[in-house]
């Protein structure tokens, strides 16, 4: 298991543990982020919910690396689709997008990386 590794997928799993809490319990800021993509309120539980399995999925990757792998793969898909919602509406605020997006890239290889080796 290399630096890269261990760092990656723990910097990833307390970036999304993060953003499902606020989703979680209805912050302000995902509250506002929902409303300027115009997306239905009732979607912040689920999303906080698809965050927190990609969270605990990337932790569980330490043991079952397939698992490190799946969930990075959908946290980038997840995260894919974060930024057609923001293009739908013309939203041109992409910095927090691309810290989450790259980062996920990054999880994404290093996991594919490490459990082929």
């Known amino acids: ?4 590794h261990v760092t990656l997928n723990l910097l990833a799993a307390l970036f999304t543990a993060v953003a499902a809490v606020t ?3 209805g912050h302000p800021y995902p509250r506002a982020q ?3 993509k115009r997306l239905p309120l009732t979607w912040m539980p689920r999303l906080g919910a698809v965050l927190a399995a990609g969270s605990a999925g990337l932790l569980a ?4 690396p397939l ?4 969930a990075s793969f959908g946290l980038v898909l997840y995260f894919a689709g974060a930024f057609v919602a923001h293009l739908r509406v013309g939203s041109r605020k992409l910095t927090g997008w691309a810290a989450f997006f790259v980062t996920m ?7 594919v990386v490490h459990g082929l080796s």
Do not use: C, D, P, Q
């Open 105 to 111: 890239v990054a999880t994404l290889a290093v996991n």
């Open 1 to 4: 298991m290399s630096a890269a």
């Open 23 to 25: 989703y979680l319990i």
């Open 67 to 70: 698992l490190g792998i799946l």
């Open 61 to 64: 990757g330490f043991a079952v």
């Open 34 to 36: 929902m409303e300027m």
